[in-house]
């Protein structure tokens, strides 16, 4: 399986009232947490900070998804590049949310913050299937740094050997096969 985990960049900021152009901007630091954690952050630095967070998030049961941010100041979310979640400005903290539909498999999520004075906060949450229907904050098992790969390989055929027969008769081979993967075969 793969690595569980979200990667961040953190930006210390000017005075922002809006979250910045991300890519015009070079991180002070980057890294990986478990959780949507802006406690990474430099020690007292409590204004003037932006985070970008991205993962992979596993959705195993297809449906309707509600994701909250609750952020002082602004947060983003996005889902495989669309803004799900839009809670930018200046303010306290609030929660806002937003509903996409997605199919069972591997998601990138994206979420954006900045604080400019103040509180600071960012919390994440979501509800749907895999949720039971109930809100809760998304755990760090759903969360992949990248898409875990399979290993299948092609099994092998043995080689039946040469068969000479007559025009027009049936012909029984018994055919043998090994996989390096040890998945079951099956022969029609």
Avoid: C
Wanted: proline content about 6%; charged content about 20%.
């Amino acid at each position: 399986l793969g690595q569980n985990g979200i990667n961040y960049e953190y930006y210390e900021t000017a005075q922002l009232s809006a979250l910045p152009d991300f890519d015009s901007l070079v991180p002070v630091r980057t890294g990986t947490v478990s959780t949507f954690d802006i406690d990474v952050r430099d020690p007292g630095v409590d204004d003037d900070f932006a985070f970008r967070f991205t993962s992979l998030i596993y959705v195993g049961i297809p449906g309707d998804y509600t994701f909250f941010t609750t952020s002082d100041d602004g947060s983003q979310l996005f889902i495989a590049g669309a803004l799900v979640v839009d809670n930018d400005g200046l303010h306290s903290s609030q929660e806002v949310s937003g509903v996409i539909t997605l199919p069972e498999g591997y998601h990138s999520i994206e979420v954006t913050m900045f604080e400019r004075g103040g509180g600071q906060s960012l919390t994440v949450n979501w509800q749907g299937p895999e949720t039971g229907g109930f809100k809760e904050q998304i755990g760090s098992g759903q969360f992949f740094l990248q898409e875990p790969s399979v290993d299948n390989d092609p099994p092998t055929l043995a080689d039946p050997g040469p068969r000479t027969t007559n025009q027009g008769a049936s012909v029984s081979v018994l055919l043998s096969a090994t996989d390096p993967n040890g998945d079951s075969l099956y022969f029609d």
